[in-house]
């Protein structure tokens, strides 16, 4: 049975990122390879912020900036309270933050990021509605199941394939589905995400999420190959 360990384990993992992360079904691609969207100012802001927040090395100074992350992603919303996008990404903050913070306040946290990005879908539009349902399907399988969270492997899996659908080539909806995957013992399946993950287009403006993502994913695929 999952433990609340596996919320940390989650937000550990969550990136979006990601996200946005998984804007790049919305965005075209250039000569080069690389990932054209251009977010608002706001989300540009958070995810840019987020970014830094979640790679950095001090754990004090790490949680004092995901305060003050989602303290500015509050004041954002407040303005602009019908803007999809900055739901998504309040919810992966919340989520990040949530890892550094620990105990039940973690658990708090996880589960107002599943509000958050509920609410995204709910609204529609945005550029990173496939974002939002690849992480709350990571949500979903990662967290523990009632009566601790609500932790669900077939809601995690729907909503994982449909942030695949809606976002093939990205390379968080091919990481986070290869987790699911690894997760249910799929290991062989899961290699196939993760190599179009690790060779998914660059994110224009996202070069620091990418490369830790990047680097993320080879730690897998090399952890797969030793224990062939």
Known sequence: MKTIAAVYRFCLLLLLTAFPVFVHAQGTLNEDATMIVTPSAAVAELQTSWALAQYESDEKHQAKS??????????????????????????????????????????????????????????????????ARTSLGSLYFQVPPWPIAFGNDKKAEAYLLEGLAMA?????????????????????????????????????????????????????????QKQK
């Open 66 to 131: 995901f305060e003050t992350l989602l303290e500015k992603a509050n004041s954002l919303i407040s303005n602009a309270p019908k803007e999809t996008d900055l739901y998504v990404w309040r919810g992966i903050i919340k989520a990040s933050y949530a890892g550094v913070k620990g105990g039940l306040g973690a658990l708090g946290l996880v589960k107002e990021a599943k509000t958050d990005l509920e609410t995204a879908i709910n609204l529609g539009g945005g550029s990173l509605q496939a974002a």
């Open 168 to 224: 093939p080539d990205d390379i968080d909806s091919n990481y986070f589905y290869a987790l699911f995957l690894l997760d249910q013992r799929q290991g062989e399946k899961a290699r196939q995400y993760l190599e179009r993950a690790y060779t998914a287009p660059r994110r224009l403006g996202r070069a620091y999420a990418d490369q830790e993502r990047q680097r993320e994913v080879l730690e897998l695929i090399t952890e797969q």
